[in-house]
């Protein structure tokens, strides 16, 4: 740092230095005075007046005054520049402080910000690693639970697929396109796109299948094979009860019923008691009479001749038919079906008493089981398990 410049002089000190200076100035100007003798009192006038006619000694009178003025107006200058230049170079070095103070400050805080910064990196790379953590997880686990859905939905189609075939349970497979539908549709993904076309394909090839009631048809013949063991048949019916002969109602010419004329016998006497005698005597022989005779028109007469231990085998031979009939019915074999179903109505007609409700009833549900169709070529549903695996086949 330059040291301050010297303050200038007083005003005394300034008066001093220009007498002085006018002092010097002064033995050059009254030289030719001094070589002269000293005049008398009574002639400073004449020299003054000698001196004031000389026109080079006046200007040189002239220029020394005005050259000092102008030194003087000069120094003048010169020394308030020279305070001026201190005061400046003063308030300069005092804002230099100040200013390297400032800066001083200034490169603290630049490196606590830059400190700060180089925190905020850290962390910044930091969340952005777990950021990219995070979503990896996240995909992985969403691959996951896609992965787990798909499979669920696999097996379930595979199942109903399966039964569809063996069993042709329509409903079950369409509760599990359904199903498996309504899975994707909460996925809300496009690429489920192709698996729900899929599915949805397949939807409508089991709706336009022409329905068919096998759980009703199946229960018409359970029902038929709980009632063979309570079935009448043939060979143990009991002949009934002759009913009473009902003689024919007379009328009159209005319309009214003429009562019959009730003779009454004399009872009291031994012949209107031997006559009553005889009477109900006849009655119940003839009675009797009746119920040992019995006149059947039968098609298949060896029915009568059936046996108890015949007519148990009989019962349960109707009962395998019936079961055989029903898995007919649950495989879709139509050739089987028919043949047992006839084959049972044919066996319930010979040997049991179709003149009984029962039997009657029994006969009406077997025929209306036999009225469905039950050979109905069932779709398969490949197109969605297909379309579910090339899915999870890909990268």
Avoid: C
């Amino acid at each position: 740092m330059n040291d301050l410049p010297t303050l200038p002089h007083s005003d005394a000190e300034r008066g001093a230095d220009h007498a002085a200076g006018l002092a010097a100035a002064a033995p050059s100007l009254s030289a030719p005075a001094a070589s002269a003798a000293p005049a008398p009192p009574g002639q400073v006038g004449l020299t003054v007046s000698q001196i004031l006619q000389s026109p080079l000694k006046m200007t040189v009178i002239v220029l020394a005054i005005l050259l000092a003025a102008l030194a003087w107006s000069t120094q003048s200058k010169f020394q308030r520049l020279r305070l001026d230049m201190a005061k400046s170079l003063q308030k300069g070095e005092v804002a230099n402080a100040e200013t390297a103070a400032t800066v001083r400050s200034v490169q603290e805080l630049a490196k606590d910000l830059q400190a700060k910064v180089t925190l905020l990196e850290n962390r910044q790379v930091e969340a952005q690693s777990q950021q990219l953590a995070l979503e990896q997880l996240y995909q992985d686990l969403s691959k996951s639970r896609d992965d787990w859905a798909l499979a669920e939905i696999e097996q379930v189609l595979s199942t109903a697929s399966q039964q569809l075939q063996l069993a042709g349970n329509v409903q079950g497979a369409l509760i599990a396109l359904q199903n498996a539908d309504r899975s994707l549709a909460r996925s809300d993904k496009p690429q489920f796109i192709t698996i729900r076309r899929a599915i949805a394909k397949d939807t409508d090839k089991l709706k336009a299948l022409p329905s068919l009631d096998l759980i009703g048809v199946a229960l018409r013949i359970d029902t038929v094979i709980a009632q063979v063991d309570t079935l009448p048949m043939l060979s143990d019916a009991k002949p009934a009860l002759p009913a009473p002969a009902v003689k024919p109602k007379k009328f009159d010419k209005q319309g009214k019923e003429i009562a019959p004329a009730v003779a009454a016998a004399p009872t009291d006497t031994y012949f209107g008691r031997a006559q009553a005698t005889w009477q109900a005597w006849t009655h119940e022989m003839w009675t009797e009479m009746r119920q040992l005779i019995r006149v059947r028109k039968v098609d298949h007469p060896e029915a009568l001749m059936v046996s108890p231990e015949q007519a148990y085998f009989l019962r349960e031979n109707l009962k395998l038919r019936l079961l055989n009939a029903r898995l007919a019915l649950m495989s879709r074999n139509e050739a089987a079906f028919r043949t047992d179903m006839a084959a049972a109505q044919d066996a319930l007609t010979r040997y049991f008493d179709m003149r009984a409700a029962a039997p009657q009833s029994a006969q009406a549900m077997l025929r209306q089981a036999e009225a469905n169709n039950v050979a109905i070529d069932m779709p398969s549903l490949a197109d969605s398990l297909n379309a579910v695996r090339n899915y999870k086949s890909k990268p």
